[in-house]
């Protein structure tokens, strides 16, 4: 097959940054973002600046849906649910399905909604996007690394590796889709939820103290975790993640940090969450992931 039409779900920083990216090259017409019928209305009444540059983008409600031979998840985890009811007017016999989200969760959540034949897995890395208000900044786009859990190669990956070459979009097809996406949820549930605990920019956790022992030991909780759930990962790939943090803006803020600064929600039971439950039933305890999840829902609330 062929990928013709794509719906994206989500105007954060992502979606923002692929939708204006795809659709510059193909166009209006076949790139356009979907929504509920109350946040189409506000988006077409919202210019979105990307880069410098109004983008201009396409909406559709349920009501106005077309097929899509491919839908991007590009919510917030809070918003998948929410998400996956509003792209059924979308779907037909062949949609594909990528989520751009961080975690484990969101593929699984796509296959019980429409099945696991329709359904990549991925997760994205090198990305500097942010947003701020109705504008998204980047420098580097980074790339996908998108696979099949089964590891095979088959039609619906094919589809969407030839889009991406087609397009330019930069990508890789690893061995192991779900071993890089554990890989990089061990960086985020140690990085994202301790800058976030403590409200402050990655020059914390890039040099010595209690802040960077406390995300290090996070991270050896997931390694722990990975291990119940045949995912090899090892203290090598914690090593890997040190030495990209030393080269990032001490000045800069994850995404989670800017969560908590902001008073928003934060996407905690994607991290500690997801990993305090797996080990709840395999029968041990994570005091360092049950610390940061207990203070992180504590902030939360001090903003409701």
């Given at each position: 097959m062929e990928i013709k039409k794509i719906g994206i779900v989500g105007q954060g920083a992502l979606g923002v940054m692929y939708g204006n990216y795809l659709k510059k090259r193909m166009g209006n017409e076949n790139v356009f973002f979907i929504a509920d019928e109350g946040r189409v209305s506000r988006y077409r009444k919202t210019e979105i600046?990307?880069?410098?540059?109004?983008?201009?983008?396409?909406?559709r409600s349920p009501k106005e849906a077309v097929t899509a031979d491919l839908i991007i998840f590009a919510v917030k985890f809070m918003g998948m649910e929410g998400a996956l009811?509003?792209?059924?007017?979308?779907?037909?016999?062949?949609?594909?399905?990528?989520?751009?989200?961080?975690?484990?969760?969101?593929?699984?959540?796509?296959?019980?909604?429409?099945?696991?034949?329709?359904?990549?897995y991925a997760c994205v890395q090198?990305?500097?996007?942010?947003?701020?208000?109705?504008?998204?900044?980047?420098?580097?786009?980074?790339?996908?690394t998108i696979g099949n859990k089964d590891r095979s190669h088959?039609?619906?990956?094919?589809?969407?590796?030839?889009?991406?070459?087609r397009t330019g979009l930069a990508y890789k097809v690893p061995d192991d889709i779900l071993r890089e996406q554990w890989n990089k949820l061990m960086l985020n549930t140690g990085v994202n939820q301790v800058t976030a605990v403590y409200g402050a920019p990655y020059s914390l956790i890039q040099k010595e103290g209690e802040a960077r022992t406390m995300m290090i030991e996070a991270m050896r909780e997931v390694l722990r975790v990975a291990d119940t759930q045949d995912i090899d990962l090892t203290e090598a790939?914690?090593?890997?993640?040190?030495?990209?943090?030393?080269?990032?803006?001490?000045?800069?803020?994850?995404?989670?940090?800017?969560?908590?600064?902001?008073?928003?929600?934060?996407?905690?039971?994607?991290?500690?969450?997801?990993?305090?439950?797996?080990?709840?039933?395999?029968?041990?305890?994570?005091p360092v992931n049950t610390f940061l999840y207990e203070k992180l829902k504590e902030l939360e609330g001090a903003s409701d």
């Amino acid at each position: 097959m062929e990928i013709k039409k794509i719906g994206i779900v989500g105007q954060g920083a992502l979606g923002v940054m692929y939708g204006n990216y795809l659709k510059k090259r193909m166009g209006n017409e076949n790139v356009f973002f979907i929504a509920d019928e109350g946040r189409v209305s506000r988006y077409r009444k919202t210019e979105i600046i990307c880069n410098g540059e109004s983008c201009g983008f396409s909406y559709r409600s349920p009501k106005e849906a077309v097929t899509a031979d491919l839908i991007i998840f590009a919510v917030k985890f809070m918003g998948m649910e929410g998400a996956l009811e509003t792209v059924k007017p979308f779907v037909g016999e062949h949609t594909l399905f990528l989520s751009v989200l961080n975690g484990i969760s969101s593929e699984e959540m796509i296959e019980k909604a429409y099945g696991a034949d329709h359904v990549l897995y991925a997760c994205v890395q090198g990305m500097d996007a942010g947003k701020d208000g109705n504008e998204v900044t980047y420098k580097n786009m980074g790339y996908i690394t998108i696979g099949n859990k089964d590891r095979s190669h088959d039609e619906k990956l094919k589809a969407v590796t030839e889009l991406f070459d087609r397009t330019g979009l930069a990508y890789k097809v690893p061995d192991d889709i779900l071993r890089e996406q554990w890989n990089k949820l061990m960086l985020n549930t140690g990085v994202n939820q301790v800058t976030a605990v403590y409200g402050a920019p990655y020059s914390l956790i890039q040099k010595e103290g209690e802040a960077r022992t406390m995300m290090i030991e996070a991270m050896r909780e997931v390694l722990r975790v990975a291990d119940t759930q045949d995912i090899d990962l090892t203290e090598a790939d914690i090593d890997y993640w040190l030495e990209l943090l030393a080269t990032l803006n001490p000045e800069g803020h994850t995404s989670m940090c800017q969560d908590v600064l902001a008073g928003r929600p934060t996407e905690v039971d994607l991290f500690a969450g997801t990993m305090l439950k797996i080990a709840k039933k395999e029968g041990f305890s994570l005091p360092v992931n049950t610390f940061l999840y207990e203070k992180l829902k504590e902030l939360e609330g001090a903003s409701d």
